[in-house]
């Protein structure tokens, strides 16, 4: 298995970025297409977006496209989401996840691992 921990998670301001981590350890890093989640209050969990095994295929949510970009680095066992022009709808914990897929998916129930989530406050 693999263990999971976010980091970078902050208060910025509407236009501001943020960089987030999602520090994996454990089983090794590259068996798993990994994904970004996130839950703002009161809401479903939403898909942000998905990285493949080998980083050669992202995904990305409509409301994030353009803005957000996910990268990994497996010399480092991480992964990131680089977040520019946020938003107040960007507020919401995000957590990172891992499935056992060569492959990124959009659906949170192919993602077997969790780490416990960052939260992310953008102020107007």
């Known amino acids: 298995q693999v263990q999971l921990e976010e980091s970078g998670g902050g208060s910025v301001q509407t236009g501001g970025s943020l960089r987030l981590s999602c520090a994996a350890s454990g ?26 095994r080998s980083g050669d295929s992202t995904l990305y949510s409509d409301s994030v496209k353009g803005r ?15 977040m520019n022009s946020l938003k107040p709808e960007d507020t919401a914990v995000y957590s990172c996840a891992a499935q056992e897929s060569p492959v ?4 949170p129930k192919y993602y077997r691992y969790w780490g416990q989530g960052t939260q992310v406050t953008v102020s107007s």
Do not use: C, P
């Open 104 to 107: 990124t998916s959009r659906n």
């Open 27 to 52: 089983r090794t890093f590259n068996t798993y297409a990994m994904g970004w989640f996130r839950q703002g209050s009161g809401k479903e969990r939403e898909f942000v977006a998905g990285i493949s």
């Open 68 to 82: 957000f970009t996910i990268s990994r680095d497996s010399a480092k066992n991480t992964m990131y989401l680089q």
